[in-house]
């Protein structure tokens, strides 16, 4: 059985790992190899790094980070941030990275998606969706930057499928850092209109949110920062937890 | 030394940290020569089955692969490019396995990603474990089948082997230690 996927996810900012709550106020946590390291022992299925300074600043990725998380990890992982060009997500594939995910340059040039997915296949493209509320944000990384578009969410999460993109991360902004769970209603009315991987993202801080996001929503993978970074939950014990509840999980045999 | 096969079809990076990590020296060629010298060959691949057939077939590989008497693991689009065809860009593949790669019906969510559990068939000596999976296309059971795997209600080949040809439709170079044990039982195979 497909088991549901836990996903530490790792902000970026000058190569390394931070998290603010709200994307602001941002902590130093380590470095992202040792970080990337330490999570696949614990058992996490999968990780992301957001590179949250990269597009708000039209800065490149710096690779080196990612080509030392590559040979430190056997789990895959996908860059997100600042990747504009076929070019620069080339660039993120030869250093080893698995997936690549765009937001804001998605939502500027839509097109991107098409290219992308054509040059490396749908499986390795991840669009980012921030929403709060009923609408869609973009350049999120940086708060004096970020601006609510004039597209509605469930046009967008379908006209990004429709151009090829195997995966959304959804993000919840209202939740991100707050420790009161998922956004279940949004991560429901999401996943009914398509028929991608949905990754639910913001608002984990107990293991019970993991648990009703998975009995409650039709989501493929739960990914969380500050809840992991801080060790209120150990991802062991939350897969425990979750089996304990008949939710597939992978606990390596 | 391990021939890694680089014809432009996807990450062969994550395949190369493994062999490295698993302490194999490997190169990285496309080149016919440098390929014969190799004592065991690796195929990677993700994308599209057209392109990747395409980039074969450009660079003569694609006969050389059908000849090839070393032992050869083919993984995610390299695995099934060994089938006769694919539904994928209707491809004609390289038809060293009989059978065909097909989509998964539309009801499902696809791709078919993350950790999937693979369950040896017969006696082939494999662990069953999770591993990890990122595809829109599959093959069914077969008679060359020697692990399989279920999504949702449908039964598939996570593994396929004949003659010196083995194939894996997951990634063990992405599925962490149960990974790193299916690439040593295939590296350490005569």
């Known amino acids: 059985m497909l088991t549901k996927r836990i996903i530490p996810c790792l902000d970026i900012k000058n190569g390394r790992v931070v998290k603010g709550i709200q994307f602001q106020n941002h902590r130093d946590m380590g470095e992202p190899a040792a970080l990337a390291r330490y999570y696949s022992d614990e058992g996490a299925d999968e990780l992301v790094f957001y590179d949250i300074t990269a597009s708000p600043e039209a800065r490149d990725i710096d690779f080196t980070w990612v080509s030392r998380v590559a040979k430190e990890i056997s789990i895959p992982f996908s860059i997100a941030g600042g990747i504009r060009t076929v070019e620069m997500a080339k660039q993120a594939f030869d250093t080893g990275a698995d997936k690549i995910s765009v937001n804001t340059p998605a939502q500027e040039d839509p097109s991107l998606i098409d290219a992308l997915a054509r040059a490396f296949g749908s499986q390795a493209v991840v669009v980012g969706i921030d929403l709060k509320g009923n609408d869609l944000y973009s350049n999120t990384g940086a708060p004096s930057k970020t601006q609510r578009s004039d597209r509605t969410p469930l046009s967008w999460v379908d006209e990004v499928v429709s151009r090829g993109a195997g995966e959304l991360v959804i993000n919840s902004m209202a939740m991100d850092g707050m420790k009161n769970g998922y956004d279940l209603d949004t991560l429901n009315r999401v996943s009914c209109a398509v028929n991608v991987p949905i990754i639910a993202s913001g608002g984990a801080g107990e293991c019970e949110h993991f648990r009703e996001l998975f009995e409650k929503t039709n989501v493929s993978a739960a990914l969380a920062a500050s809840a992991f970074h801080s060790k209120a939950i150990a991802i062991p014990k939350l897969k425990a937890y979750l089996k304990n509840f008949n939710i597939p999980v992978r606990i390596s045999t | ?190």
């Open chain 2, 1 to 190: 030394m391990i021939g890694v096969i680089d014809y432009g079809a996807g990450n062969t990076r994550s395949v190369t940290n493994a062999l490295t990590n698993l302490g194999n020296a490997f190169v990285l060629s496309r080149d016919i020569e440098t390929l014969d010298s190799c004592d065991k060959i690796l195929f990677p691949g993700v994308g599209a089955a057209g392109a990747a057939m395409a980039s074969l077939e450009q660079n003569n590989l694609d006969n050389w692969i059908r000849n090839c008497t070393k032992p050869f693991l083919g993984i995610c689009l390299g695995f099934q490019l060994l089938f006769e065809n694919s539904c994928e860009n209707d491809t004609e593949c390289l038809g060293i396995i009989p059978g065909s790669v097909v989509k998964f019906r539309p009801t499902k969510i696809t791709p078919h990603m993350g950790w999937n559990f693979v369950e040896a068939a017969g006696a082939f000596e494999m662990h069953n474990d999770y591993f990890y999976f990122a595809h829109d296309y599959f093959v069914d059971v077969n008679e060359h089948s020697c692990a399989t795997c279920i999504y949702d209600d449908e039964s598939f080949s996570a593994v396929v082997r004949k003659d010196n040809f083995w194939a894996a439709q997951f990634h063990p170079e992405k599925s962490g230690k149960a990974g790193q044990d299916f690439l040593s039982l295939f590296l350490g195979h005569e």
